[in-house]
């Protein structure tokens, strides 16, 4: 699936998510977006890259792809972001 198949209205909501994870706004993601309690940020300070809010051409290199929570019957859709060459 391509950023072309996700719902217009899900690139709001991933756009501010990146602009957390950049500001390094954790506390804010955990507080309006997870259910679990758990350190949102653990995986973003680990990451040995520099997170940066996404420009609108980033879209153009989304792939987009289904996530199904099978404990619960939910299900969402996300995506991710690779450079060229297939790194993310």
């Known amino acids: 699936m391509t950023a072309a ?3 217009a209205r899900f690139r709001p909501v991933i756009e501010q998510v990146v602009e957390r994870i ?3 706004d954790f506390a ?3 507080r309006d977006y997870s259910r679990s309690g758990q350190d949102l940020g653990l995986w973003a300070r680990e990451h040995p890259a520099t997170f940066i809010p996404m420009p609108p051409e980033a879209w153009h290199h989304v792939d987009a792809y289904f996530l199904a929570d099978r404990g619960v019957g939910r299900s969402m859709s996300t995506c ?3 450079r060229k060459g297939g790194a993310t």
């Open 5 to 7: 198949d996700l719902p």
């Open 22 to 24: 950049a500001a390094g």
């Open 28 to 30: 804010g993601l955990a």
């Open 80 to 82: 991710g972001l690779r």
